[in-house]
Structures are given as structure tokens and as C-alpha cells.
């Protein structure tokens, strides 16, 4: 395949001569540190922060290949999958003259980063009901200023498995990124497609420690994809994205694995447990199938329901004004007792 990275960065980035930080051009552990203007005493609390972070966090990517089976030098960590998402913008997309495509309904922050960094949009919806990419019109809307695309596979907020034969032909078609955002993964029935890197140049592999892994509070995305695409973010990232307090908490969470496997199976249960007695319901139109850990629901009231549930504390998410989600309200899969608390609810309604 043809890829050529050089054809899809900006010129400002193609030619950027990246911020060198003091640990980028000495990281050895022992010796008097003068190099950063740190404090050398310590911090004003029982454990020290003084030090920079290690800007590549090579002891986290370490672990983190363990565990999903690739090089390290095939990882990027950002500040949230967020920050990879405004990153490939910042890198690949000329402000006004560029353009990505999304595939609505799909998760909010393609479009946001796309305004943000005032690149353009080709919007080309997923076919209505099954969710599935319309591929031919994916193909056809693309043009040389056309440099990602995004894919949310399981989607959200529908809940479902992109095919991957449909992944494959936009790989095989487009000299520009394909990003591939696998923030459900641990929740589907298909696998990652990390395996696929080394066939796919153009691959961006996106996941989260925000979901299953149960740490969104410490703000860690992962990109999978080639060492060139890697060294590009690497240049353009603030240089210690990841705070010392983040690479600690991840480093210790990685050794505890099990749980997240042991909790993905429960809420996987739970999910079809739930999507069983929702249907139930009269006021229920339809339960959309799921390989994440939220409900698609299609109600006869959305707002109505919505504002129900919040009289009984339960809070869930109102999607109904978003295309092909009309009337649809987004349900996460909670503890046992939370769900039952739902259902409990919904049993009282109307
Ligand atoms: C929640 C979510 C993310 C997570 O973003 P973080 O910045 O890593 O918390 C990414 N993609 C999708 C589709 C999501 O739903």
C-alpha cells in the first residue's frame, strides 16, 4: 500500500522543531538534578511530586504492551483519548482547507475537536437502524483534502460492532487516517483490532482507561498505530502530558487486570439482563442490541421519561435530538443494585 505520512502532515508540523525538555535530552535516573529548576527539597506533602514526569511514560507503555500484546514503540498515552483525537487534527488537518468525515450518530467530541481546530466536515450518517457504515458514500465524499476518518466501534451511543470487512475496504481505499475509537472494546464480542496494525499503515487504534479499566478520573488514552504516526504525536504533544500522579495510579491499576475482566463479564450479563426486561416495558418502542456497556432505548416520551427518572435520582443520558436517535434515550449499565433500582423506576412510571 501506498501510505505516505508525508503527504498527509501540515507543513508547520512537517518542518516544527519540537520542544526539547530537560529530560528528553538527559534521562538517567542517579545525579544532582539542575537541569529543570525543580525544587530539590521536596513537595509540602508527605510524598514528593517535585520531579518532572517521565514525558514518554515508559514504564506504563511497558506494562500496557504486556497486556495488549504490541510494541511499545506502537503506543501514544494522552491526556484522554481526547487529547489523541485533537492531536491527529493538530497534526494531519490545515485549518479551513481540510477536511475529515464522521459518521453520525457517533460520539460528540470528532465534531467538537473538528470545530475546534476549524477543519471541515463531511458528515455521512450510519445507515438508519442497523448503524453500519455506508461505505460508497464513504468513498465517494473523499477528496485529496479528506486526511482522517473516524470510526466508533462499538459506537456510540448506539452500542454496536462496526464490520470490520467495512473497516477494511475504507482502509484499503484512503491514503489518509482511518481512527478506529475501541473505547467499548472490552465489552464486545469481537476483538480489538490492534492485531491488524502491521497490515494497515493508516490504522489509529484509539482506547481508554476511562471505561472498563474504571479510571477516568486520571485522564489516560491510549493510540495504537505505526512508529511514524507515534513520532509525529510525540513532537506535537505538550511535553509531560501525563502527570507523575496519573503514570503511578495506571502503573498499579495494570497489575490488577482481573478485575477489570471479572467486572466487563458482570456488566456484559447485566446488559443483556437489562435489555430483556426494558423491552418488557409497553412505553418501550424498541431496545437496540449492545456490545458496550450502555443501552440504546427508543421510548414513546424521551423527555418525559427522562425527567421521570430524575425525580427518582436516576440520571441518564437524552439523546433523542441527535440524527437517527430520535425519541432514544442512552442508559449506562450500572451495579446489580443500581439496575434493579431502574427497573424498579420504570416500573412506576405512568
Ligand atoms: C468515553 C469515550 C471516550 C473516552 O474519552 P477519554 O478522553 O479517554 O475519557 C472516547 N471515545 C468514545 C467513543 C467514548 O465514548
Known amino acids: 500500500m501506498n501510505f505516505n505520512i508525508d503527504n498527509l502532515l501540515r507543513k508547520n508540523i512537517k518542518s516544527l522543531t519540537p520542544y526539547s525538555s530537560a529530560r528528553d535530552e538527559y534521562n538517567g535516573k542517579e545525579g544532582v538534578f539542575l537541569d529543570a529548576n525543580e525544587n530539590a527539597y521536596g513537595s509540602p506533602i508527605s510524598s514528593d511530586y517535585n520531579r518532572y514526569p517521565d514525558p514518554l511514560q515508559l514504564n506504563v507503555k511497558q506494562k500496557i504492551s504486556e497486556i495488549k500484546n504490541v510494541a511499545k514503540e506502537n503506543i501514544f498515552l494522552g491526556n484522554g483519548s481526547d487529547e489523541a483525537i485533537d492531536l491527529l487534527y493538530r497534526a494531519f488537518c490545515e485549518p479551513k482547507e481540510d477536511n475529515v468525515i464522521i459518521c453520525p450518530p457517533t460520539y460528540g467530541m470528532y465534531k467538537v475537536s473538528a470545530n475546534i481546530n476549524d477543519v471541515n466536515i463531511i458528515n455521512i450518517p450510519l445507515k438508519d437502524d442497523i448503524f453500519q457504515l455506508n461505505v460508497s458514500l464513504i468513498l465517494d465524499s473523499i477528496n485529496p483534502k479528506t486526511k482522517l476518518i473516524f470510526i466508533c466501534s462499538p459506537n456510540n451511543p448506539t452500542g454496536n460492532i462496526i464490520e470490520w470487512s467495512d473497516i477494511k475496504n475504507i482502509l484499503l481505499f484512503f491514503k489518509g487516517l482511518v481512527v478506529v475509537d475501541e473505547a467499548y472494546i472490552d465489552y464486545a464480542s469481537s476483538g480489538s483490532l490492534i492485531a491488524e496494525l502491521k497490515n494497515y499503515p493508516n490504522l489509529v487504534i484509539l482506547q481508554t482507561f476511562s ?23 510525540n513532537k506535537i504533544k505538550p511535553p509531560y502530558n501525563i502527570n507523575s500522579l496519573s503514570q503511578k495510579i495506571l502503573l498499579e491499576a495494570l497489575e490488577n487486570k482481573f478485575m477489570i475482566d471479572t467486572w466487563a463479564k458482570k456488566i456484559i ?19 437496540y442490541s449492545s456490545e458496550a456497556n450502555f443501552i440504546l432505548l427508543k421510548v414513546n416520551d424521551p423527555i418525559g421519561l427522562y425527567n421521570y427518572l430524575i425525580t427518582c435520582h436516576i440520571i441518564v443520558r437524552d439523546r433523542s435530538k441527535i440524527v437517527l436517535c430520535e425519541n432514544c434515550l442512552r442508559i449506562t449499565i450500572g451495579t446489580k443494585i443500581e439496575n434493579n433500582k431502574l427497573l424498579e423506576s420504570l416500573k412506576n412510571y405512568k
Open 211 to 233: 471505561k472498563s479499566w474504571g479510571l477516568a478520573g486520571i485522564r489516560v488514552g491510549v493510540a495504537f498505530c505505526s512508529q511514524q504516526i507515534i513520532g509525529v504525536l
Open 269 to 287: 450479563d447485566d446488559r443483556e439482563r437489562l435489555i430483556l426486561r426494558l423491552a418488557a416495558f409497553l412505553f418501550v418502542i424498541k431496545v
